[in-house]
């Protein structure tokens, strides 16, 4: 049975065909967040921390760090994006226990992360373009670490699944010729719009079968890409991913943080409330408004595609006996809820 093995310093991590579906955490990347990217720049770091700390309470089991800021600065990124790299991993390490996967399309990034980073983290990524193969490959069997296998080469990305399958197997030889295994191998089959490619779903699930059933390797993807530029992407994503496990893909780069709903919105609602005529209690707490109406929450909590995916896991025999899927669902007790009762109890006679 393939098991890909990544670690941190105190946890490990198992991606595999028999395991709870590994769902790598996305969030810690300027890429598409302008704020992120200044505050980076700046040496602001609070964000990267909320964001580490509420990916692992969501559920997150390894967390991706991408450094790839563009400096107003300095735009030569083989310049900045190194040091940057190291900051991040060190910070990130410091706060969460749990596995990193290492993130960038420069070469000497990737290495500064690896010189850092304690345990057996993921790299992401190596393609089959050639000068890839040749600068990745070496790393990972220098660092004995996994790697993430992203189907494109020299010439592109196809839409064809039989030439990206190609690419893949080709990665697999390659790497095999530096003697690393295909268990250290995840391979990315590349996840196309749905809303642009109406096969797309169906081509990544063929994928991953085969990818499984000939190779023996573990998949990954960027899991929002198959909803890209669609209404309700969380409800073509909820059912994506369950679909994908069915599949045989074990894990999956993604958001598990369902974002808190912002004052705006509150605001919004509260008048569009009072223009209806509706009174609303004095002095309503914002948690207890956005509940009641049905808004989400004020505080970071897992997100709808983690609900899928626990639900996944248990039908697929990967959360034996429900638990984690119970934990998943009890609610939360109310911070002081419980010594009020013990405090307001009474026993009966």
Known sequence: ???????????TAIIGFDQPFCVIGERIN???RK???????????????????????AGATVLDINAGVVYNSNPNPNETEPPLMRKIIELVQGLVDVPLCID???????????????????????????????FVLPLVKKYNVPVVAISNDDTGISEDPDVRFAVAKKIVQRAADFGIPAHDIVVDPLVM???????????????????REELGVNTTCGASNISFGLPNRHGINNAFLPMAMGA???????NPVALPVTQK???EKKAEVAAAGIVLPEGMDDEIFVTLFGLGSTRPRPGKEMEAIRAANFLTNNDPSGGEWIKFNRAPQAEGEGRQRRAGGRRRA
């Open 35 to 57: 704020k992120l990217a200044a505050e980076l720049e700046a040496g602001d770091f609070s964000t990267v921390e909320s964001d580490a700390i509420a990916q692992v309470a």
């Open 193 to 211: 719009p749905v809303g642009a490619m109406a096969t797309a779903g169906l081509q990544v699930f063929t994928l991953v079968r085969r990818l």
């Open 104 to 134: 960038s399309s420069v070469p000497a990034a990737l290495e500064a992360g690896l010189q850092v980073c304690k345990g057996r983290p993921l790299l992401n990524s190596v393609t089959g373009e050639e000068e890839r193969l040749e």
């Open 30 to 32: 300027p890429t598409g």
């Open 248 to 254: 045989g893909m074990t894990s999956a780069i993604m």
């Open 265 to 267: 919105v509150i605001a």
């Open 1 to 11: 049975m393939t098991r890909t093995i990544v670690e941190s310093a105190t946890k």
